[in-house]
Every structure is written in structure tokens, then in C-alpha cells.
């Protein structure tokens, strides 16, 4: 398997080339709808860093990972290197399962008061999320906050702005 650090220079034609190969991952040709690739480049100029890869930011105080700006992954659904915008809700909960393809089932704990006996009950919710390719080494467990965005899919209208390592399994934390 190849390093990362191999292919963090822009200026390698080659380089990139290979790099871009690495994306090819799905049957349709994977490009960001941004970017030129068929430049005509002269060798000794130096490539920027907007010239190889689409990153945008997400807004609300959030900072793309590095990943994101570094990495080779394209995906449209990414609020950092994608058409999406994050508008409406931002949420916290608790990665629950990650069994489909670039989306997560995030868990949120909450207390509903019962008036009757004035005490209060744990209940849950869960919600789907959608994972961007930038996120690496999440698990079932770590806190994510996700932000509301247009539909992504049928159930999926979140998506994934940070990751957080703290957590454990499936109980109810805050209490």
C-alpha cells in the first residue's frame, strides 16, 4: 500500500496522476465537477493547492479535516469537498451502527418529564447521517455532531461536520 506522504505534492505530475487513480473506487469515473484535469501543464510551475483539489468551508465554525484537504476521496454528498450546504439543525449523538456505505445511524439520548408521577424517563431516537470519506478510524461509540442539509437520500438529511473520541457503548451517558 502506498504512503499518504507520497502524494501530497502538487508539483509531481506523476504523483498526481496516481493519486487520482487511487479515487477511482466506484464503476462511474469519480472526478470533483470543479476541477479541470485535462490542463495542458507546464512542469516548472508549481500547482496550487485550488488547481488539484475543490475544498469549500462548511461554515458554522467548523474546520474541514485534514483529510479533507489533503486526501483523494471524492464524494458530492461531503459538506468540505461536496455540493452541500449545512443549514437548519446541528445536532450531538453517538455513532449506533455503521453497516451502510458512507452513512452512520447516530443515537440520541434524551429525558421526557411524565407529569402524572413527576418523574422523568430515558428514551432515544435515532437518525441517519451521512459519513464523509474525510472522517477516518470512527467507531461505534464516538460522539459525532452532525448538521441538517438537504436530502441526501431517502432518510438521510445529516450530515457528519465532527467526530469526537469519547464515548463507550449504547447507555445512556449524561445521566
Not at 493519486?19 to 485535462?38: M, S
Request: hydrophobic residues 35%; contains cysteine; positive net charge.
Amino acid at each position: 500500500r502506498l504512503k499518504r506522504s507520497e502524494f501530497a505534492t502538487f508539483d509531481d505530475p506523476r504523483a498526481m496522476s496516481l493519486q487520482h487513480e487511487l479515487a477511482q473506487v466506484e464503476r462511474c469515473y469519480q472526478k470533483q465537477p470543479t476541477i479541470f484535469e485535462n490542463k495542458k501543464r507546464a512542469t516548472s510551475r508549481r500547482l496550487k493547492r485550488s488547481e488539484v483539489r475543490y475544498t469549500r468551508n462548511a461554515g458554522l465554525g467548523f474546520k474541514a479535516p485534514r483529510e479533507a484537504l489533503e486526501g483523494n476521496f471524492v464524494d458530492k454528498k461531503c459538506p468540505f469537498t461536496g455540493n452541500v450546504g449545512i443549514r437548519g439543525r446541528v445536532l450531538q449523538g453517538t455513532v449506533a451502527t455503521m453497516k451502510m456505505t458512507n452513512t452512520i445511524t447516530v443515537r440520541r439520548d434524551y429525558l421526557h418529564f411524565i407529569k402524572k408521577y413527576n418523574r422523568f424517563e430515558k428514551r432515544h431516537s435515532k437518525l441517519s447521517a451521512h459519513m464523509s470519506p474525510a472522517f477516518l478510524d470512527v467507531e461505534i461509540g464516538d460522539v459525532v455532531t452532525v448538521g441538517q442539509c438537504r436530502p441526501l437520500s431517502k432518510t438521510v438529511y445529516f450530515n457528519t461536520l465532527k467526530v469526537s473520541k469519547i464515548g463507550g457503548k449504547k447507555k445512556f451517558k449524561k445521566f
